[in-house]
């Protein structure tokens, strides 16, 4: 099911902007029994990245009813987009604009059923940094695929990106974090990357509980030395990396923890 | 007028992955008489961007003739784009896929139509180096937009671009390139920018002509010590940069003769 402008209609014009430059914002999120989880969360984020490109949000209460009208009956996933809409040729905004959002769901795929843990592996590509854009999940999104591209092992779930000075970002499709002798880490996305819902929740709940956690730059050698290596996004919870290329890890126990706290409530 | 896959319709479907993640790639180019100036050069760079990205690219002819459907009577501009085309949510390529092609026509824009000298500023956005997608004209252009949109005087008609590390790339729509003591001068795009093919014209003509022209690396104290400073692109030809912020040049005579080189000929 899919929702263009609040209409059900699965096109959009050949000229708008998310088309021709990648002008506008993304979310993913999971639903349960047709309704958006950490929906308050998700709402928050867009209008934040809305905000980077100066874009107007939609209005809450039309954006979530569009996700309750498009979502699957039990588990599944929808995403929305915002645009700038259709505009004239050039890269200059136009004075007048109206944005574009779609509502679009899908199946929940398999692999984010499970709580199973996963391998991943170190990606070649490095992030471009442009602290202009960072944090933001903006429709630029060519690096994810060249990167995602880079394997096609079906064992390999995901993969780990480094800027071009060598620090730790992200997944190609989820944030990284890590805990040592009690503490958390994860990489500060100032430069590049996306910081996603997940990671601000566990954030949140770590400080909740009084776990000290570390936003900071790290290099993969921070990462190696860890206790417990995991991943999270909207989709998949927090998942333990239990092998990283030729790096195996035990459990220690972060995992369920983080997403005991993580799912506490689905609001 | 437009054509989507050869069709006469003015949309794609909303989960194409052009739109979702600017999986794809462009063209601008220029008609003459309801034909496409340049074409062998814009096919052949679009050969080359869609390999960038692992893409199909559209059958020459087919393209071609598309183009002229859609083209304007006298002079007009028409823009093509290549994605991946609709696929399954996630970053992974699908196995199989097939492309979608967008052909479409509007009017040349008032300012494409004069050879009149322009005024420039510097941006203070700094272009991200990501050399595994440098050069490309691919369809994440949020950094063109947003540079574009840190300047509202219509009479400034470009803003110059230096990468992270301070290196002059580009303009917001086009190339850079300076004359001195009889030689040219434009950066080199190995880490981020467009690499036109007006810019490609200009230097086939160069070498042609006996002119010494150095790819490279260049500051933008390099620019300022210029004797004639110009910026090009398929639409506007070569135009020399009059005024950059408080530094005035004055004419010595190597745009006329670069677009008359440039305009040798329209095939």
Not at 94 to 119: C, G, N, W, Y
Not at 187 to 202: E, I, K, N, T, Y
Not at 214 to 239: K, Q, W, Y
């Amino acid at each position: 099911m899919i929702r263009v402008n609040g209409q059900a209609i699965d096109s959009i014009n050949a000229r708008d902007r998310g088309l021709a430059y990648g002008d506008g914002v993304f979310r993913t999120l999971r639903t349960e029994a047709g309704q958006p989880v950490w929906w308050a969360d998700h709402y928050t984020k867009l209008q934040a990245d809305c905000s980077v490109l100066k874009l107007d949000c939609p209005d809450q209460g039309t954006l979530r009813d569009e996700v309750c009208q498009v979502a699957e009956a039990g588990q599944g996933v929808v995403k929305i987009m915002v645009t700038r809409g259709v505009g004239a040729r050039g890269y200059a905004v136009p004075e007048v604009t109206e944005t574009t959002r779609v509502v679009l769901a899908s199946a929940m795929p398999q692999h984010a059923k499970s709580f199973d843990d996963i391998r991943a592996r170190w990606c070649e590509l490095r992030l471009a940094r442009q602290p202009r854009l960072a944090g933001a999940k903006h429709l630029n999104r060519l690096e994810n695929v060249v990167a995602r591209a880079e394997w096609d092992e079906p064992d390999i779930f995901e993969g780990l990106l480094c800027d071009d000075q060598g620090a730790i970002v992200s997944g190609v499709m989820s944030n990284v974090l890590w805990a040592k002798q009690g503490e958390l880490f994860t990489p500060d996305l100032s430069q590049c990357g996306v910081a996603g819902v997940a990671r601000m929740r566990v954030l949140r709940a770590a400080a909740r509980q009084g776990i000290r956690a570390h936003v900071d730059r790290f290099t993969p050698a921070d990462l190696l030395a860890a206790d417990e290596v995991m991943i999270c996004n909207s989709l998949i919870g927090v998942r333990r990396v239990a092998r990283l290329d030729d790096t195996i890890w035990l459990p220690v126990g972060w995992t369920p923890l983080l997403n005991d706290a993580l799912y506490e409530n689905l609001d």
